[in-house]
């Protein structure tokens, strides 16, 4: 009698499931993950990949840590959530009074929410409110801020599916992407588009320092006290999306510090609870608070059901406390020392066209589009999980990775390039 239930399992997520970002049905089986312990995933047929993908840059602490297990199970002993409407309780007033003492200062107030792209559509909202008349965003192309539908019109109209949802998304004003070093003739040109179009624009919604799923870019942190500066001198808003770049990931607590400058509004999710559930928070100063509080309805347009879910704000405030001891910085410069003894030797390499490090984030691009399927069951063959898009094999480890396992990734990496080349 066969008791392996993967087959079983197998053909019912193919009738059923649909998964991210592909047709129904998939075109490829999906790995069956039994468990997951530390920084590795247990394959249901027994196999033991190295996570280099740290559940989409969320799981910072890796799997199964006895700190953020024990916060979940307290909590759940106490309540597993509430509605946030007319009540609330210590966990999301602890998590908010730690992310306005955390986040560059005069970020004060705190809306907790359900996911990344919903922080950024209540980001949007707030600048519209706070800013009633003006109705356009601006931003840099080569971004990514989310799937729903404000998100998605300002990702890079190109690579964001833009495409797909023309005629229904707001057309957004574009300057072209940031180089990866200061230049005084971009600087000049952001200025001016944003200038150009100041009368409209509510808000610059940018990622600080590290552009995510559009491309894997990094940018010179200047380009942010240019944003600054304009943004200041002409009452319009600005919002950092540090949805994948905050709590430590590019070698700074948040890719803003990088900078030293405050936006307006900031967006943070992902690694907010340490990967173990879906929460996001919005973060403004009080003159957004003010500007919203005092306008039309008197408050802000939005209310998740699950606001503030006592579970996921007790296993954030757990996340934190883990990362309060600062060793999270010195794990993550030894990553990024890892990553480039692991990856520089694939500089040059036969469809190569780039290799890049910052912080914990480490990127192989190529002059080509990746194949999925060849590039994946190459890494899982050398013990690894990783999950390319477009042109990139990349990497974001959990910051518990040591360096015997960085090298397994990098060597996943070189596995997945080699097996691409001679494809």
């Given at each position: ?302 209310g998740p059901t699950f606001m503030g879910n006592p579970l996921a704000c007790a296993v954030a405030n757990a996340s ?64 690894v999980w990783l999950r390319p898009f477009g042109d990139l094999i990349y990497t974001m480890p959990p910051y518990v ?23």
């Amino acid at each position: 009698m066969n008791d392996d239930p993967a087959p079983r399992l197998l053909a019912l997520d193919r009738a059923h499931v649909w998964h991210p970002y592909g047709p129904m049905p998939g075109r490829s089986d999906p790995y069956v993950v039994e468990s997951a312990q530390g920084v590795r995933l247990r394959l249901a047929d027994g196999r033991e990949l190295v996570d280099g993908m740290s559940s989409w840059w969320a799981a910072i602490h890796g799997y199964r840590h006895p700190v953020l297990d024990a916060a979940l199970a307290d909590q759940a002993s106490r309540m597993s959530h509430v509605m946030f409407g007319g009540l609330t309780h210590a966990p999301a007033v602890e998590l908010a009074t730690r992310l306005v003492d955390l986040t560059p200062e005069g970020l004060e107030h705190v809306f907790l929410c359900d996911s990344g792209s919903v922080g950024v559509e209540v980001a949007i909202k707030m600048a519209l409110q706070a800013r009633p008349g003006k109705r356009r965003l601006a931003t840099w192309r080569g971004g990514y801020h989310g799937d729903t539908f404000h998100p998605m019109s300002v990702c890079d109209p190109v690579g964001g599916m833009h495409s797909l949802w023309t005629g229904v998304l707001p057309v957004q004003i574009f300057a072209p992407p940031p180089p990866a070093h200061f230049d005084d003739g971009y600087a000049a040109e952001l200025v001016e588009t944003i200038e150009q179009h100041a009368d409209e624009l509510a808000a610059v919604i940018v990622e600080p320092v590290v552009q995510g799923a559009g491309g894997m870019r990094f940018h010179d942190p200047g380009y942010l006290r240019v944003l600054r500066e304009v943004t200041r001198e002409r009452d319009i808003l600005l919002i950092f999306d540090e949805i994948a770049t905050g709590f430590g990931r590019t070698g700074s607590m948040f890719a803003a510090d990088r900078a030293g400058v405050t936006p307006d509004i900031m967006c943070l999710g992902k690694a907010l609870t340490g990967g173990y559930l879906s929460l996001a928070a919005t973060l403004c100063t009080p003159e957004v608070a003010h500007r919203i509080s005092a306008g039309p309805g008197g408050g802000l347009a939005h209310g998740p059901t699950f606001m503030g879910n006592p579970l996921a704000c007790a296993v954030a405030n757990a996340s934190l406390s883990l990362l309060s001891d600062g060793s999270w910085s010195a794990a993550t410069a030894r990553i990024e020392t890892a990553l480039r003894a692991g990856l520089e030797p694939l500089r040059g390499a036969a469809g190569v066209a780039d290799v890049r490090v910052l912080g914990a984030i480490g990127v192989v691009q190529l002059d080509h589009d990746v194949d999925l399927p060849t590039a994946t069951a190459a890494a899982v063959g050398a013990g690894v999980w990783l999950r390319p898009f477009g042109d990139l094999i990349y990497t974001m480890p959990p910051y518990v990775t040591d360096d015997a396992d960085v090298a397994r990734i990098t060597g996943g990496i070189a596995a997945a390039v080699s097996a691409l080349s001679s494809d």
